[in-house]
T-cell receptor, first 113, second 116 residues
Framework: DTGVSQNPRHKITKRGQNVTFRCDPI?????LYWYRQTLGQGPEFLTYFQNEAQLEKSRLLSDRFSAERPKGSFSTLEIQRTEQGDSAMYLCASSLTGVTEAFFGQGTRLTVV | AQTVTQSQPEMSVQEAETVTLSCTYD???????LFWYKQPPSRQMILVIR??????QNATENRFSVNFQKAAKSFSLKISDSQLGDTAMYFC?????????????FGKGITLSVRP
């Protein structure tokens, strides 16, 4: 296992289109997080899964955003009807319960044109 | 709610010199964790160092050490013997101890450039 994997690495989409990103966490990690990072800012929390249960969603996560983690393994983040303001780096991180270190993926860079 | 402030947007240091990156935070929690994460140009964030708030002793990891001042809510990172590979963005981050969600609250980050 080489760490947290995110696909695609880059995505360019037209405004109004739907996009889906995938995150494969470290295999034994039961916790999975999505963050959004815009230029010049630190990552901001979007949502959190413990196994397959989505336990917390940020107010940043509008109704156009949905995340899933079926079977408690990989996770997907879908953005419907993309807007230019959705352009950002979307980061996924995973960790184990009781362990404070989170491991991050390289992120998916979304550009909405 | 917790906030993390990094007021220096960028810093530059000569190779082999020492540099200190500043961070302040605000919280009503009495126990928590503080972190410094490094994000190199390849963008994968990695943990540099971690401090538990209930421990008075400052954390150290090789060339990296922190100055944790709980009363002042200050958490600075010192990098000794700077190396070219230290060039990256550095983020200060906060994590609550209580609750199931171990989410991180990040500062805006600081861009560190190490000059040869």
């Amino acid at each position: 296992d080489t760490g947290v994997s995110q696909n695609p690495r880059h995505k360019i989409t037209k405004r109004g289109q739907n996009v889906t990103f995938r995150c494969d966490p470290i295999s034994e990690h039961n916790r999975l997080y999505w963050y959004r990072q815009t230029l010049g800012q630190g990552p901001e929390f979007l949502t959190y899964f413990q196994n397959e249960a989505q336990l917390e969603k940020s107010r940043l996560l509008s109704d156009r955003f949905s995340a899933e983690r079926p079977k408690g393994s990989f996770s997907t983040l879908e953005i419907q009807r993309t807007e230019q303001g959705d352009s950002a780096m979307y980061l996924c991180a995973s960790s184990l319960t009781g362990v404070t270190e989170a491991f991050f993926g390289q992120g998916t860079r979304l550009t909405v044109v | 709610a917790q906030t993390v402030t990094q007021s220096q947007p960028e810093m530059s240091v000569q190779e082999a010199e020492t540099v200190t990156l500043s961070c302040t935070y605000d919280t009503s929690e009495s126990n928590y964790y503080l972190f410094w994460y490094k994000q190199p140009p390849s963008r994968q964030m990695i943990l540099v160092i971690r401090q538990e708030a209930y421990k008075q002793q400052n954390a150290t990891e090789n060339r990296f050490s922190v100055n944790f001042q709980k009363a002042a809510k200050s958490f600075s990172l010192k990098i000794s013997d700077s190396q070219l590979g230290d060039t990256a963005m550095y983020f200060c981050a906060f994590m609550r101890v209580t609750g199931a969600n171990s989410k991180l609250t990040f500062g805006k980050g600081i861009t560190l450039s190490v000059r040869p």
